[in-house]
């Protein structure tokens, strides 16, 4: 049983690759369009969301031990 | 968190985002590397802004004798340098690709320089004083001096000569040929973001000096 699902996975994915291959698909060709600069953007994107999500952890860091002082 | 915040983080990625996939003018010699307004330019408005809130509070300062002044003062300047440096190296690679070298000895990049080891004597100044009021009320009064260095530097002898930087010589920035209305569309929320940004760490860096006299009194 396990085995004929593996195989049928195999079967439809080969399938559909072909079939990409055949003909224009649209798919998330967003990404991948000619210049190719939405990759960068992304990329860009997700560094500086990283270094922001920092910044909002430190700012959490610090309130925490403002109010340990305060309690003293 | 508060609403500035989530302001700032939005004004940013937004102005990455935007920055990059909005239509600019198309230029000779300038080309895609127009872009950089929303970046270089950008953060040295910001840099502006933080200097002049510093040099209003070194005032407050010298009238109030409030050490919350004084920390205003002396942070805003620390990330307005801390700013001033990115746009400084920043602004050498866009040379180097638009102008044919990382420093061509623009009035307005020299003055630039000038201005920032002014900032850093500030800070060197403050650092050699141990007792904290004098230390504040000589940044104070010193930082008055550095701000009409900035203007002059900046703002007043890139105007009196010739220079590289769009908006000198004689004429105002910002005109109508060196960017139209999409442009501003990024552009000024840019400025916000950075400065929101620099704002951040300011009140950050403030929030650790307050805790750090706490533990000084403590003890």
């Known amino acids: ?72 | 968190m508060k609403w500035w915040k989530v302001l700032a983080i939005v004004l940013m990625l937004y102005s990455i985002i935007g920055g990059f996939l909005i239509d600019v003018p198309r230029l000779p010699i300038l080309h895609e590397t127009i872009r950089n307004t929303y970046f270089h330019v950008t953060l040295w408005f910001a840099m502006m802004i933080l200097m002049t809130i510093s040099i209003v509070n070194s005032i407050r300062y010298l009238s109030s004798g409030d050490k919350k002044h004084d920390y205003l003062a002396n942070e805003t300047v620390n990330i307005g340098l801390f700013f001033g440096v990115l746009g400084l190296t920043t602004g050498m690679i866009w040379a180097q690709f638009t102008w044919g070298a990382f420093w061509v000895n623009d009035v307005k990049t020299n003055g630039t320089a000038i201005t920032l080891l002014v900032y850093f004597a500030y800070a060197v100044l403050r650092g050699s004083v141990d007792d904290p009021q004098k230390k504040a009320r000589l940044g104070a009064v010193y930082s008055i001096f550095a701000y009409v260095m900035l203007i002059l530097f900046l703002w007043i002898l890139p105007r009196i000569t010739d220079s590289l930087h769009p908006g000198n010589g004689g004429n105002p920035a910002f005109g109508s040929y060196d960017m139209d209305n999409t442009m501003r569309m990024v552009f000024y929320p840019a400025i916000i973001g950075f400065f929101l940004l620099g704002w951040w760490l300011v009140t950050l860096r403030i929030r650790l000096k307050n805790i750090q006299d706490k533990l000084v009194e403590d003890v």
């Open chain 1, 1 to 72: 049983m396990f085995r004929l699902k593996k195989i049928s996975l195999l079967l439809i994915l080969s399938l559909l690759s072909t079939l990409s291959f055949a003909q224009e698909i649209t798919m998330a060709d967003a990404m991948r369009e000619s210049g190719k600069i939405y990759v960068v953007v992304a990329v860009l994107s997700l560094v500086m969301v990283g270094l922001l999500a920092y910044l909002i952890y430190i700012d959490k860091k610090v309130s925490k031990i403002e109010s340990e002082i305060d309690k003293k």
